[in-house]
């Protein structure tokens, strides 16, 4: 039989028991003892049910109590000295925990380490930092031991680790300065290698075979000494007599595949759903005994596997390789949810589609039976049912609507551009009348308890919709008023009714499922439920307008409708995978800009729409961006079209990393951007400066994150230093983000010293 085997799974448990028990452990509630038992009992679970569905070669190495990157950091020891480790001592749970988060029940507090996106996932993992001169040793037992506890309860086990050129790629130091490329950083590795050299070879003493490498930088653009680097490196590993199985994912070699020739590991491991084409090419440049593990179960989405077509690919791989073509998910299974039984909101049509990551195992062994041509009855019956459902889907009217079509097609006449900025703002300055450094926020305002109580009974019925939306009018009215009493310009209606910016536009537009229990993991305890876009996307009714223009009504001065961008709903979604993302986001934006077509009609002159996760959208390789890029400023330019030149587009971004895509943004054309720029200290304005940025921009004053109030002075001296990069009549004084996670006490404050600082600029 083909072997079969898994990259990772998901380490959270069906109803989130990871979270709770981590999460009472930080507050004191649960011993360590318990925590640690609770871990345990998850890793048991999780072995028997991947065994159970006929995976060869059980993974070890994937659970981890924050981050799997900051477990493996942690054996490494490389500990920054600020959390005062001992040098010789084990790394406990408790300093793991204080490089996640800065504190921990026992040990002292210390600044966090930073956290980022895992590669193109909303995976963030904790980033390593590193020195000169860095030592390493095995300092964390846990994945040694946890190996054992996998034999001891009687399983082939394949551990999963961190490779040494990825750890590397990943981590950071002071003395590193260009990022991530630097390869300076590659002189670490005399002192690396050995470290994995330990390991592997105490792992091969517990008579382990296999041990899966994950080397996802193979996917990324490598300068040449990285890709060089490997050769020698994987020399090393091979000598401590375990069979390497390296693994790469989230899309293809192509011109890394040459680090392949010759490479002295055991086996390779592909990602053939993001980029089937480079079978072939993988395939000629592995020797004769090298094993290929074909990655064909998408494990970065949702839906379930066509059989039939992954089968056809593989019949006549198996043919040519024999036992050395093995079966799995295209990646760990950490980024989706864990059982589709958990289940039991969804009508049983889309349900039959789906397929979370306990199925995607089912399928994995379904589809081995089929290439091995040794499928017995039930298991027919189950490869039939799939076929079935498969095709439902492709002909159901709710995936393919013909009205969507029909706006789609006639995009092509569609006349994106706006009259020229210049023309738009000094039709919207004589409409809005607005002062110079004019003041706004980004949208929300505190959640409160109260809030979130209101619309949790409003959802369980237990509060009726007239009397749900009387309280959310009392709240809106009250977030006008305060901003009125603190002095600001543009004012927001504070987003009450949402309990989450892609959630609350979901579930108003049609396409869009959402489950009851599809969490995964986004970092740490922290999980996210993604929706679902499984269809053609519709705006049946306006979603925002009664809101936005009940707020209008309110106040003399302009109120801002809040709209989420198509992007970041693609972005944040899992999205359907029988047509390109791009045309996905298109049906978004069409429907966004029934929306602001709607708003405009009702008399809101200034409209925000949210595009936080354009940057992260990125594809992993430069040579990808332009195009990714292209179609999603295009969706912006189509949510925006055909509005009047007095109607003021904003956007906002939570990040300033500008450099890369300055040209897109600008080519946006929003009339206001707000961003994040506090915590770099304008900065990041440099890409706004060099690239002659042409409208209006507002650079985050003050950093939301943190309940602390920076003072007047030093407001102004930001604004002071953006206005020596940009004309200061096109600044904008505003936070870096929303309000929502703030109280109102410090929200108060920060606000009317905002407000001072703009006055103050006004004056000089
Ligand atoms: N309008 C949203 C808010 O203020 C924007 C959130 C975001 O940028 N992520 O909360
Ligand atoms: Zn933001």
């Known amino acids: 039989m083909t072997v079969i085997h898994n990259l990772g799974f998901p380490r959270i448990g069906k109803q989130r028991e990871l979270k709770r028990a981590v999460e009472a452990y930080w507050a004191n509630e649960l011993s360590q003892e318990a925590l640690l038992q609770t871990g345990k009992e998850l890793r048991a679970r999780h072995w028997a049910l991947q065994k159970a569905a006929g995976v060869d070669l059980i993974p070890v190495g994937d659970f981890a109590w924050y981050d799997q990157i900051l477990e493996w ?22 300093t793991l925990f204080r490089m996640a988060r800065g504190r921990a029940p026992q040990g002292k507090p210390a600044a966090a380490c930073e956290m980022t996106k895992w590669f193109d996932t909303n995976y963030h993992y904790i980033v390593p930092e590193i020195a000169p001169g860095q030592r390493f040793r095995v300092a964390r037992t846990a994945l040694l031991e946890q190996i054992e506890e996998a034999i001891e309860q009687g399983y082939s086990v394949k551990p999963v680790i961190p490779g040494p050129l990825t750890w590397l790629w990943l981590a950071k130091g002071e003395a590193y300065t260009e990022g991530a490329a630097d390869a300076a950083k590659l002189e670490l590795l005399s002192a690396l290698v050995p470290v994995y050299q330990e390991v592997l070879a105490r792992i091969n003493a517990l008579g382990v075979e296999w041990v899966q490498i994950d080397e996802p930088i193979l996917a990324v653009d490598l300068p040449t000494e990285w890709r060089d680097a490997f050769k020698a490196v994987y020399a090393s590993l091979e000598r401590s007599g375990v069979r390497i199985l390296l693994a790469t994912y989230f899309d293809g070699l192509r011109d890394n595949v040459s680090v392949l020739q010759g490479l002295p590991v055991a086996g390779v491991h592909i990602d053939a759903v993001r980029a089937p084409e480079q079978i072939d090419t993988v395939r000629a440049q592995l020797s004769s005994g090298q094993v290929l593990s074909v990655g064909v179960i998408n494990g970065r989405n949702i839906w379930r596997t066509d059989l039939d077509k992954a089968a056809a690919v593989l019949k006549p791989l198996k043919a040519e390789l024999g036992e050395r073509l093995w079966l799995a998910p295209s990646c760990s299974l950490l980024h989706v949810p864990v059982d589709l039984e958990s289940e039991e909101g969804l009508d049983a049509e889309l349900y039959s589609w789906l397929s979370f990551a306990t199925q995607k195992l089912q399928e994995l062994q379904w589809l081995r039976a089929l290439v091995d041509g040794n499928a ?17 889907r492709a002909q159901s009217s709710r995936t393919h609507n013909p009205k969507v079509a029909a706006s789609v097609e006639k995009l092509a006449t569609l006349k994106r551009d706006r009259e020229p900025f210049a023309t738009r703002i000094a039709a919207q300055q004589a409409r809005l009348n607005l002062p110079a450094f004019p003041t706004t926020t980004i949208g929300s305002f505190p959640q409160t308890q109260e809030i979130r109580k209101l619309r949790s009974e409003w959802r369980s019925g237990a509060l009726s919709d007239t009397a749900y939306e ?12 305060f901003q009125e009493e603190v002095g600001l310009d543009v004012l927001v209606h504070g987003e009450a009714e949402r309990n989450d910016m892609v959630e609350y536009f979901g ?14 993991q986004s970092y740490g305890s922290r999980c996210v439920k993604p929706p679902i876009i499984f269809g053609d996307v519709l705006r049946p009714i306006p979603m925002t307008v009664a809101w936005s223009e009940y707020a209008q009504s309110l106040t003399t001065k302009p109120v801002k409708g809040m709209l989420t961008g198509p992007v970041t709903m693609l972005q944040w979604s899992f999205v359907r995978d029988d047509q390109p993302r791009a045309d996905t986001c298109r049906q978004l934006a069409l429907a966004l800009r029934d929306e602001v077509h709607d708003l405009e009609a009702a008399g809101v002159k200034v409209i925000q729409i949210d595009e936080p996760a354009i940057r992260e959208g990125l594809p992993l390789r430069k040579a990808d961006w332009e195009a990714y890029l292209a179609w999603a400023v295009d969706c912006f330019r189509i949510s925006t079209s055909n ?6 587009i904003h956007t906002h971004m939570c990040y300033s990393e ?53 003072d007047q002075a030093w407001m102004v001296a930001l604004m002071r230093k953006a206005a020596k990069r940009l ?27 905002m407000v001072a600082a703009a006055k103050e600029l006004r004056l000089a």
Request: aromatic letters at 8%.
């Open 658 to 710: 500008f450099n890369d895509i300055i040209q897109a943004i600008a080519a946006m054309d929003a009339d206001v951007i707000t961003i994040e720029t506090s915590r770099s200290n304008m900065e990041l304005l440099e890409a706004f400066e060099n690239f002659h940025y042409p409208n209006d921009i507002g650079p985050g004053v003050y950093d939301i994150h943190s309940p602390n109030i920076p």
């Open 376 to 392: 017995d009855d039930a298991l027919e019956a189950n490869v039939l049912a799939q076929r079935h459902a498969l095709l439902t």
């Open 73 to 94: 950091t942690c054996l490494l020891g490389a500990v920054p000295a600020r959390f005062e480790h001992a040098a010789a001592a084990e790394v406990d749970v408790d």
């Open 470 to 481: 009387k309280e959310i009018r009392a709240e809106i009215e009250r977030v006008i008023r």
């Open 507 to 520: 579930e108003l537009l049609g396409g869009f499922a959402f489950t009851q229990n599809g969490w995964v």
């Open 727 to 753: 004309p200061a009549e096109r600044l904008w004084v505003n936070p870096d983000c929303g309000l929502k996670t703030r109280g109102w006490p410090e929200t108060t404050k920060a606000l009317q010293t």
């Open 643 to 648: 509005i009047a030149s007095d109607t003021q």
